[in-house]
Structures are given as structure tokens and as C-alpha cells.
């Protein structure tokens, strides 16, 4: 299975990118969906989870501005990322854990400029 991750650039403080995950295939069995970030320099971070069953799990220094969702038809999973901070620049991966299985996209660059 490969991940695609899209939508990254650069964009002004303040300003927003929707990030998009697609999968290679179908993916039966999946346990959750993630978006983690890592900046230069910083460790990969967890930014927003979304389980089998719906349930949303965000990183505290993102609530309120990032909306994870998925659409299971095209097996694609999404990040709108609205009031972007400087901080938020990062590169951003999608992950799928199936299982005990855990697959990575190759990661998207956001650079978010004051």
C-alpha cells in the first residue's frame, strides 16, 4: 500500500491549506488515520487522528484551527488547516495503521510565512 500526500505549500500567516492522503488501494480493516508533522531540527509530532468509528483526536496546538476527515469511497483522508501559524511549518505525513501494520506517505511541505 502507498500514500500520497498533497496539497502543501507556502502560504501567509493567517492564511490555509488542505492537505489530502490517498491511498493506493483499498485499505479493509484500517484502525485509524493520522497526520504527523516534523519541523527542521524537531521530533514527529502527532497533529490529528481520525479511528474506524469517526472519533477525531487533535493535537492540543491545533484545535480549533485543523479538521481531519476522511472519505472512504476514495479512500482519501484530509487535513484543512485554517489560522496558520508560523510554527505550523513543518513536513506533514499521513499514516494508516492497519492492524499492527503502519503505512507512511512520502510527506508534503508546508511553509507558513509571517
Known amino acids: 500500500v502507498q500514500l500520497q500526500a498533497s496539497g502543501g505549500g507556502l502560504v501567509q500567516a493567517g492564511g490555509s491549506l488542505r492537505l489530502s492522503c490517498a491511498t493506493s488501494?483499498?485499505?479493509?480493516?484500517?484502525?485509524?488515520i493520522g497526520w504527523y508533522r516534523q519541523a527542521t531540527g524537531k521530533q514527529r509530532e502527532l497533529v490529528a487522528l481520525i479511528t474506524s468509528g469517526g472519533s477525531r483526536n487533535y493535537a492540543d496546538f491545533v484545535k480549533g484551527r485543523f479538521t481531519i476527515s476522511r472519505d472512504n469511497g476514495e479512500n482519501t483522508a484530509y487535513l484543512q488547516m485554517n489560522s496558520l501559524k508560523d510554527e505550523d511549518t513543518a513536513v506533514y505525513y499521513c499514516t494508516v495503521r492497519q492492524g499492527s501494520l503502519d503505512y507512511w506517505g512520502q510527506g508534503t511541505q508546508v511553509t507558513v510565512s509571517s
Open positions: 488501494r483499498r485499505i479493509f480493516g484500517i484502525t485509524h
